[in-house]
T-cell receptor, first 113, second 115 residues
Framework: AQTVTQSQPEMSVQEAETVTLSCTYD???????LFWYKQPPSRQMILVIR??????QNATENRFSVNFQKAAKSFSLKISDSQLGDTAMYFC??????????FGTGTSLTVIP | DSGVTQTPKHLITATGQRVTLRCSPR?????VYWYQQSLDQGLQFLIQ???????AKGNILERFSAQQFPDLHSELNLSSLELGDSALYFC??????????????FGPGTRLTVL
């Protein structure tokens, strides 16, 4: 069975600084997909970034980038130039080729003005 | 606003009862996904439908069932409710069947409280 682990329940960062959220996963599959979702206080789930396991290049989306280490089964999210609107719960998620999703327990990020 | 609608927003019921949660996907989206977010178990994938057919199944209890209708809206039925079923239930939709490349758009969720 696949598992996703987020070892940082809470984190904080100063506005305009950079923060990295950690995620590790366990799977025996070779082809899969990884995601970071953001859940602000409104509880709406918003896709931040996705990564295909077969791609070596790390995905980037504006201020968000990932460090994907397939051998280490690690998938961290880096947020640059943090903004107040980045305050949210962040979930790491794994999807196998059967479209089954597995989520981590989340990291609550607070951006401090 | 993601374009995905879920009704009702809040639902309060008693143990042993049955409820139906409704989801309308974005216009043009053929896939619907259901998720449960509870305090003790986090966010869990329940089930996916694509164009009326079940495509993927996660940790969905036998007391729960879902279907997608010809107009593509979906319903999640929860029966013999227990206190532990209290959670936020999300529906998400995407255009195609591929959860990998398709962006899933989440609805606002239905908050179920079982007393």
């Amino acid at each position: 069975a696949q598992t996703v682990t987020q070892s940082q329940p809470e984190m904080s960062v100063q506005e305009a600084e950079t923060v990295t959220l950690s995620c590790t996963y366990d799977t025996s599959e070779s082809n899969y997909y990884l995601f970071w979702y953001k859940q602000p206080p409104s509880r709406q789930m918003i896709l931040v970034i996705r990564q295909e396991a077969y791609k070596q290049q790390n995905a980037t989306e504006n201020r968000f980038s990932v460090n994907f280490q397939k051998a280490a089964k690690s998938f961290s999210l880096k947020i640059s130039d943090s903004q107040l609107g980045d305050t949210a719960m962040y979930f790491c998620a794994f999807m196998n080729t059967g479209n089954q999703f597995y989520f981590g327990t989340g990291t609550s990020l607070t951006v401090i003005p | 606003d993601s374009g995905v609608t879920q009704t009702p927003k809040h639902l309060i019921t008693a143990t042993g009862q049955r409820v139906t949660l409704r989801c309308s996907p974005r216009s043009g989206d053929l896939s619907v996904y259901w998720y449960q977010q509870s305090l003790d178990q986090g966010l869990q994938f329940l089930i996916q439908y694509y164009n009326g057919e079940e495509r993927a199944k996660g940790n969905i209890l036998e007391r729960f069932s879902a279907q997608q209708f010809p107009d593509l809206h979906s319903e999640l039925n929860l029966s013999s409710l227990e206190l532990g079923d209290s959670a936020l239930y999300f529906c998400a939709s995407s255009v195609w069947d591929s959860g990998s490349t398709d962006t899933q758009y989440f609805g606002p969720g239905t908050r179920l409280t079982v007393l």
